[in-house]
């Protein structure tokens, strides 16, 4: 399996921007999908996380109302609509597949594929 993030950017305080991550490889269908993020310094953090059955959808308390996670099956893609930015959103975003059809995307230890990483910075 292999993703593929991309959309990062500068942006200004209060702005959006929109990352995609495609997926590739083996499947893709049946696997929650999450968006973690890491700022200079600091552990790794999950950010959005979606799971195929039911559709159940979670965010960290810092963003709820701000960002989106949505996800396209047909194309393989998921997205992070992120709004209403703010400067401690600067960080390197990546995306991520559960390990497992029952694994908790919000668990850093059970997402066993990841992207490389886009770049998102909020200037103040």
């Known amino acids: 399996v292999q993703l593929q993030a991309s959309g990062g950017g500068l942006v200004q305080a209060g702005d959006s921007l929109r990352l995609s991550c495609a997926v590739s490889?083996?499947?893709?269908?049946?696997?929650?999908m999450s968006w973690f993020r890491q700022a200079p310094g600091k552990e790794r953090e999950f950010v959005a996380g979606y799971v195929w059955s039911g559709g159940r959808i979670y965010y960290a308390d810092s963003v709820k109302g701000r960002f989106t996670i949505s996800r396209d099956n047909a194309k393989n893609m998921v997205y992070l609509q992120m709004n209403s930015l703010k400067p401690e959103d600067t960080a390197v975003y990546y995306c991520?597949?559960?390990?497992?059809?029952?694994?908790?995307?919000?668990?850093?230890?059970?997402?066993?594929?990841w992207g490389q990483g886009t770049l998102v910075t909020v200037s103040s």
């Open positions: 490889g083996r499947t893709f269908s049946g696997y929650a």
């Open positions: 991520a597949r559960a390990q497992t059809l029952g694994s908790d995307p919000r668990s850093l230890g059970e997402n066993d594929y």
